[in-house]
């Protein structure tokens, strides 16, 4: 079993909906969470940064992190075609080396 | 606007050749990292390091692996001789220990035939 799970999908969406994205993880001592978003052909690019648990908000963007059921989220509201991309959770305990989710390959249809 | 430089963008070589990428981490980071991304493995940790001192590198396959900073602006990792199974998009990423954060730069495609 992998540290983190991510269903790699592919996940496709209308224009405006609400997306929801899920990694789960077995390692306890992960405190720090992050989101990337990655293009293709690019290199991943952070989008969501979260310490232990709880809700963060960034423009249409939230991040959720349950640590009692090791379980994060990334929603993203009124998604957009420019939102089509592939995103990685990744985790760390602390010590600056993340573990990164297979990633989940979104596409919003206009 | 600060961010991690990667050279080359695209290699293709035969195998057997050498093949060394090149990554310039942010100005001020102080832990570098190497990433390979492919299909099947996702992004896998090859190497990293701290104030330029290599601090795991359990991720790459020792025999022809190898990774160095010669300074702190400079980033190299080395696959000699290479094989077809290194096919990959290798990441350099760069961070500041403190706060946790990673930021990488473009890729390098490698193709190895």
């Known amino acids: 079993q992998k540290e983190v799970e991510q269903d790699p999908g592919p996940l496709s969406v209308p224009e405006g909906a609400i997306v929801s994205l899920n990694c789960t993880y077995s390692n306890s001592a992960f405190q720090y969470f992050m989101w990337y978003r990655q293009y293709s052909r690019k290199g991943p690019e952070l989008l969501m940064y979260t310490y232990s648990s709880g809700n963060k908000e960034d423009g249409r963007f939230t991040a959720q992190v349950d640590k009692s059921s090791k379980y994060i989220s990334l929603f993203i509201r009124d998604s957009q075609p420019s939102d089509s991309a592939t995103y990685l959770c990744?985790?760390?305990?602390?010590?600056?080396?993340?573990?990164f989710g297979q990633g989940t390959r979104l596409t919003i249809n206009p | 606007d600060a961010r991690v430089t990667q050279t080359p963008r695209h290699k293709v070589t035969e195998m057997g050749q050498e093949v060394t990428m090149r990554c310039q981490p942010i100005l001020g980071h102080n832990t570098v990292f190497w990433y390979r991304q492919t299909m099947m493995q996702g992004l896998e940790l090859l190497a990293y390091f701290r104030n330029r001192a290599p601090l795991d590198d359990s991720g790459m396959p020792k025999d022809r692996f190898s990774a160095e900073m010669p300074d702190a602006t400079l980033a190299t990792l080395k696959i000699q001789p290479s094989e077809p199974r290194d096919s990959a998009v290798y990441f350099c990423a760069s961070g500041l220990e403190v706060v946790g954060l990673q930021y990488f730069g473009p890729g390098t495609r490698l193709t190895v035939t």
């Open positions: 990744a985790m760390s305990a602390g010590a600056q080396k993340l573990v």
